[in-house]
C-alpha cells in the first residue's frame, strides 16, 4: 500500500479535483498495467478512482488520465481473482463490475488487493 502524500504531485492533484470536499482517501494502492506504468487505485469513502499517467506523443509531456471513476452506490459487485501467474507472482486481479461494463485492476500485491476488496465491500454493503 502506498500514501497519498508519495504519489506524483499531478495525480493528487487530479484527484483532489475529482472528489468533493467531504471525502477523503482511505487506501492508495498500486496496479501494474504496463511496465514502469502503474496504475494508482484511489479508494475513498464514496468511490474507487484508477488513475494512469500517458504521455503525449514523443514528448516529454504526461497527464494524468482517469480510467474509472466508480461511486460505491453504481457497484454491483467485487472479485478478487488470483489466476496462475497471480499465485506465482504473489499478485490478483479486482473484477469491479457495474450496470453493463467490468472494470479490471490487474497485477495488485495480493495482501493490498486484498485490503482494497475488503474496503470496497464493506462500504458497498452500507
Known sequence: ????????????????????????????????SDLLRPDFVFITTRRV??????????LGVSYANIRCNLLFTEIRDVKL???????????????????RNVHWIDNINFRSARCAYMCITEQVRK
Open 49 to 58: 478512482l484508477v488513475l494512469d499517467e500517458r504521455y503525449i506523443g514523443s
Open 1 to 32: 500500500m502506498a500514501e497519498f502524500t508519495n504519489m506524483p504531485p499531478r495525480i493528487q492533484k487530479t484527484v483532489r479535483a475529482q472528489i468533493g470536499e467531504d471525502e477523503e482517501v482511505c487506501l492508495c494502492i498500486l496496479g501494474r
Open 81 to 99: 481473482v488470483r489466476q496462475l501467474k497471480h499465485r506465482l507472482l504473489n499478485q490478483a486481479k479486482l473484477e469491479i463490475s457495474v450496470l
